[in-house]
C-alpha cells in the first residue's frame, strides 16, 4: 500500500524522493496539496520543536512512547469522500487508533513550541467550534483527541463533478486494502529545506 501511496501522490516519503505517477490527466494537480507530506496517516500534527529541545529528545521520547502501547487494530480501510477530498478511513472500532493518537498528542506534547499568533489565525479561518478552539489553544491544532478523524489523504480538494471521476480512478489503482487495518509502527518525519516531507525513524508498537 506504502509503493501505491507514494506512486499516487508523486513523492516517496521513506526515500524523500520523487515518484512516477500514473499516466491520468490532472492527477499532479489534484495531488499537489499533499504530495509534500507524502502518504501518511497523522497522529500527532506538525510542529516546530520547542526552544532548548532537539531532534535526538524528541527520538528517545517517541521511542519509549511506542514501547507503551500496542498495535492498533481495526477492521479495514475503506475509501471515503471527506468534505471535497478523497482519503482511506479506518472502519469498525476505531478506539485503539485514537488512543494511539491521543497518547502521541499528549506524551510528545512537551516538545511542540507553542503556536503564533498568525498559525492560530489561520486555524480559526476555517470557523472553529468551541470544542475545536479549546484544543486549538491547548494542543496547537484543533483536530485533535475527540476532533480526530484519522484518514489517509489521496487528493486536495476536488470540484464537486470531479469526485466520482476520481474515486472511480483510485479505485481502478488500489492494491486490496488491508482487512484488518493493523497500526503496528509509528513514524517520524520532518520537513526539509524545500518543504517536504522525508522520515527520520520508524517505531514498532510494542506495548
Known amino acids: 500500500m506504502a509503493d501505491f501511496g507514494a506512486a499516487w501522490l508523486g513523492w516517496d516519503i521513506a526515500r524523500g524522493v520523487e515518484a512516477s505517477q500514473p499516466d491520468l490527466p490532472d492527477l499532479h494537480d489534484i495531488t499537489m496539496t499533499p504530495r509534500k507530506y507524502g502518504f501518511h496517516g497523522t497522529l500527532k500534527p506538525p510542529f516546530r520543536l520547542a526552544d532548548g529541545l532537539g531532534l535526538g529528545d524528541l527520538d528517545k521520547a517517541t ?101 466520482k471521476d476520481w474515486a472511480g480512478h483510485v479505485r481502478y489503482m488500489l492494491p486490496d486494502l488491508p482487512a484488518p487495518f493493523v497500526i503496528d509502527q509509528i513514524a517520524l518525519c520532518g520537513a526539509r529545506a524545500d518543504g517536504r516531507f522525508q522520515l527520520i525513524h520508524r517505531y514498532a508498537l510494542t506495548g
Open 63 to 163: 521511542s519509549l512512547l511506542a514501547a507503551s502501547i500496542a498495535p492498533a487494530i481495526c477492521d479495514g480501510l475503506v475509501l471515503e469522500t471527506l468534505g471535497r477530498f478523497l482519503a482511506l478511513v479506518p472502519q469498525g472500532d476505531t478506539g485503539a487508533i485514537r488512543h494511539l493518537a491521543e497518547a502521541c498528542v499528549r506524551d510528545l506534547d512537551r516538545f511542540r513550541a507553542p503556536a503564533s499568533d498568525a498559525e492560530l489565525a489561520r486555524r480559526r479561518k476555517a470557523g472553529l467550534s468551541a470544542q475545536q478552539e479549546a484544543l486549538l489553544m491547548e494542543w496547537g491544532y484543533p483536530y485533535v483527541m475527540d476532533e480526530l478523524q484519522f484518514h489517509l489523504t489521496l487528493s486536495g480538494r476536488l470540484p464537486k463533478d470531479g469526485l
